[in-house]
């Protein structure tokens, strides 16, 4: 317990050499075989020290649950209502449409295989049913207007950072519901190995770990405040009579004043030297705790009702951000290009597809970010590689005049019905699927594929 408590530690101030924490003499191969096996010490190993292990290996193990877990569930041989769940969503109610229909199915349910069928604003029903381009597209926008800060529900830190909002009630009534319902789809994104770029603050993420943040996290919610209480702590005049501070704290909303009292009677309790200590970390315990006590925990039981929070606990609060937000390393061409797909007379050796990884090869870090993101949603590559990018990252052959049938394979390949063209290269982030002409040249590719991920011009609704 004391060294997992000084591996959080190190965690927000480092002061350990890299790799210090790992267990020395550990083979990663052989602690897999044995956590598979539920060999005693290596589960014991992991569930009480996973921060000696290395971090990839845990993703690894914590992957390998998920999949031992869904295959247990009732697969596509199963009968009709076991085999996942139908649920038709209106674009412009995305968030209560998915709320009514996903918020009171049972968490085996959220695990399995949800089928999304998008309607119309006049009610007709889009093409496309499936269990990964348009779920993952429908599950991105239902985070994305939930964590919107004009929605209500979320707010930003000082430091730009998501926690609940503590007036989430004024948003909507049913505000603790609706937590539970985010909570729930952020968990179906981690279970799905979506990336989501959410930069929730520290303290929060603390939570969804099953952890009850303190003084120390309390910069990733109010630096200045933090700042205030460590001068209360070290202040070397008289405590009481020159700050004038008592166990409460003063709360403003729409203009009217409220005092929280910080333990009984504490505004008749003055801060003095002695006490001082206390005030401090009640003052901290409130507003990181007490004060959004209910939005988080009906968050967190969303959460751990489709990620067991065991499961969570494999990782400390940057890797669990992690997680959540991709990796934040340079995208890899090389690896990316390694697992990629071809559509419709595009391979790997189309001298269109060449130029494109020759463009993207020659791109800077920031226009590889963008060029990830206009293709997937998101500007951070997957942990530990492409490969776990789900659905694959694909290339498909369009027509240069935007009619017609897409170039055939031999013509594709070689470059025959190359031509000039407005068209712009476009992407269906849903399927992670980039539409490419077939560009003239490799100068013409670069205008329009910067241009397109610079401006968003080529974004398509899948």
């Given at each position: 317990?004391?060294?997992g408590?000084?591996?959080?530690?190190?965690?927000?101030?480092s002061?350990?050499?890299?790799?210090?924490?790992?267990?020395?003499g550990?083979?990663?191969?052989?602690?897999r075989?044995d956590?598979?096996?539920?060999v005693?010490r290596?589960?014991?190993?992991?569930?009480?020290?996973?921060?000696?292990?290395?971090?990839?290996?845990?993703?690894?193990?914590?992957?390998?649950?998920i999949v031992?877990?869904?295959?247990?569930?009732?697969?596509?041989?199963?009968?009709?209502?076991?085999?996942?769940?139908?649920?038709?969503?209106?674009?412009?109610?995305?968030?209560?449409?998915?709320?009514?229909?996903l918020?009171a199915?049972?968490?085996?349910?959220m695990?399995?295989?949800?089928?999304?069928?998008?309607v119309?604003?006049?009610?007709?029903?889009?093409?496309?049913?499936d269990r990964?381009?348009?779920?993952?597209e429908?599950?991105?926008?239902?985070?994305?207007?939930?964590?919107?800060?004009?929605r209500?529900?979320f707010a930003?830190t000082?430091?730009q950072?998501?926690?609940?909002?503590?007036?989430?009630?004024?948003?909507?009534?049913?505000?603790?519901?609706?937590?539970?319902f985010?909570?729930?789809?952020?968990?179906?994104?981690?279970?799905?190995?979506?990336?989501?770029?959410?930069?929730?603050?520290?303290?929060?993420?603390?939570?969804?770990?099953?952890?009850y943040?303190g003084?120390?996290?309390?910069?990733?919610?109010?630096?200045?405040?933090?700042?205030?209480?460590?001068?209360v702590?070290?202040?070397?005049?008289?405590v009481e009579?020159?700050l004038?501070?008592?166990?409460?704290?003063e709360?403003?909303?729409?203009?009217?004043?409220?005092?929280?009292e910080?333990?009984?009677?504490?505004?008749?309790?003055?801060?003095?030297?002695?006490?001082?200590?206390?005030?401090?970390?009640?003052?901290?315990d409130?507003?990181l705790?007490?004060?959004?006590a209910?939005?988080?925990?009906?968050f967190?039981?969303?959460?751990?009702?489709v990620?067991?929070?065991?499961?969570?606990?494999?990782f400390?609060?940057?890797?669990?951000?992690?997680?959540?937000?991709?990796?934040?390393?340079?995208?890899?061409?090389?690896?990316?290009?390694?697992?990629?797909?071809?559509?419709?007379?595009y391979?790997?050796?189309?001298?269109?597809?060449?130029d494109?990884?020759?463009?993207?090869?020659?791109?800077?870090r920031?226009?590889?970010?963008?060029?990830?993101?206009f293709?997937?949603?998101?500007?951070?590559?997957?942990l530990?590689?492409?490969?776990?990018?789900?659905?694959?990252?694909?290339?498909?052959?369009?027509?240069?005049?935007?009619?017609?049938e897409?170039?055939?394979?031999?013509?594709?390949f070689?470059?025959?019905?190359?031509?000039?063209?407005?068209?712009?290269?476009?992407?269906?982030?849903?399927?992670?699927?980039l539409?490419?002409?077939?560009?003239?040249?490799?100068?013409?590719?670069?205008?329009?594929?910067?241009?397109?991920i610079?401006s968003?011009?080529?974004?398509?609704?899948?």
């Open positions: 317990r004391l060294l408590l000084l591996h959080e530690r190190d965690g927000r101030r002061f350990c050499a890299d790799g210090a924490w790992l267990a020395p550990v083979a990663p191969p052989r602690l075989s956590f598979n096996s539920n005693p290596a589960r014991a190993l992991v569930a009480s020290c996973p921060w000696m292990l290395p971090f990839e290996l845990r993703v690894e193990v914590f992957r390998e649950l031992r877990e869904r295959d247990a569930l009732p697969g596509e041989a199963a009968p009709e209502h076991l085999r996942g769940h139908r649920v038709k969503i209106r674009r412009e109610h995305l968030l209560e449409d998915g709320y009514v229909q918020a199915l049972p968490a085996d349910a695990k399995g295989t949800v089928r999304v069928e998008f119309s604003g006049l009610g007709l029903a889009e093409a496309g049913i990964t381009g348009v779920f993952k429908f599950l991105e926008d239902v985070l994305k207007r939930a964590f919107d800060v004009d209500g529900l930003l000082p430091q950072r998501l926690c609940p909002s503590a007036a989430s009630e004024l948003a909507d009534p049913n505000h603790l519901r609706l937590f539970e985010v909570g729930r789809m952020l968990g179906k994104a981690v279970y799905e190995g979506i990336v989501i770029e959410l930069p929730l603050a520290d303290f929060f993420v603390a939570k969804l770990l099953g952890r943040p003084f120390d996290l309390l910069p990733s919610l109010d630096a200045q405040l933090h700042a205030s209480l460590e001068q702590k070290v202040y070397d005049g008289d009579n020159d004038c501070l008592s166990f409460s704290v709360e403003e909303q729409f203009g009217a004043r409220s005092t929280v910080l333990r009984d009677g504490g505004a008749a309790i003055p801060v003095t030297a002695d006490n001082r200590i206390e005030y401090v970390h009640l003052v901290a409130y507003h705790n007490k004060k959004l209910p939005q988080a925990k009906a967190v039981a969303g959460l751990h009702a990620v067991p929070p065991g499961w969570l606990r494999l400390s609060a940057p890797e669990l951000q992690r997680l959540v937000n991709g990796d934040d390393a340079p995208v890899d061409v090389g690896d990316l290009r390694k697992h990629t797909r071809y559509a419709a007379g391979n790997a050796m189309s001298p269109t597809v060449r494109l990884w020759a463009v993207v090869g020659e791109m800077g920031d226009d590889r970010a963008l060029f990830l993101k293709v997937t949603s998101c500007s951070r590559p997957p530990l590689g492409f490969a776990h990018l789900a659905p694959p990252f694909t290339i498909q052959c369009v027509s240069s005049d935007g009619e017609g897409p170039t055939s394979a031999v013509m594709a070689f470059g025959v019905g190359r031509k000039e063209t407005g068209r712009l290269p476009t992407a269906s982030t849903c399927f992670n699927l539409k490419l002409p077939n560009f003239k040249s490799k100068k013409v590719l670069r205008e329009k594929l910067l241009y397109a610079r968003g011009a080529g974004f398509e609704l899948s």
